[in-house]
């Protein structure tokens, strides 16, 4: 009898860690780069001063449901412009937080995650200095 019991509990921690696992699998993934500039009011053409950190800290990529109403997460960017979540499957509109006069003709933007696929969107920050 006693037997029987453990072997019952084995199958079930079996049957639960085994149902975790798939849900992860079933994720799919957002991510991309972030380029932002100009930095300064004069900048040589062709050249690209390099982008601190701070300035990738205080932007974030807004992901809202699929009418863009509801945030449903807030992304960082790391120091170097890469961005990078996992999200479950369906229609999202993504977005930056705009702060100041920062604007992007890249986003808001409808997308699709499907399971276990990678969307990629790059987006272009536009500080306003000129």
Aim: net charge negative; charged share 25%; with cysteine.
């Amino acid at each position: 009898m006693t037997r029987n019991l453990v072997l019952l509990v084995v199958l079930i921690i079996g049957l639960v860690f085994s149902g975790c696992s798939g849900a992860v699998r079933d994720m799919g993934l957002l991510q991309g780069y972030v380029n932002i500039g100009p930095l300064s009011p004069v900048e040589t053409p062709g050249e690209t001063p390099p982008v601190p950190c701070e300035v990738y800290e205080a932007r974030k990529i807004m992901v809202y449901d699929k009418n863009g109403r509801n945030l449903v997460k807030q992304v960082d960017i790391e120091c170097g412009g890469r961005y990078r979540v996992e999200l479950e499957p369906g229609a999202y509109t993504v977005d930056i937080n705009h702060i100041g006069i920062d604007s992007s003709s890249d986003v808001p933007e409808k997308i699709e995650i499907k399971p276990g696929l990678t969307f990629r969107l790059d987006i272009d920050i536009d500080t306003g200095i000129r």
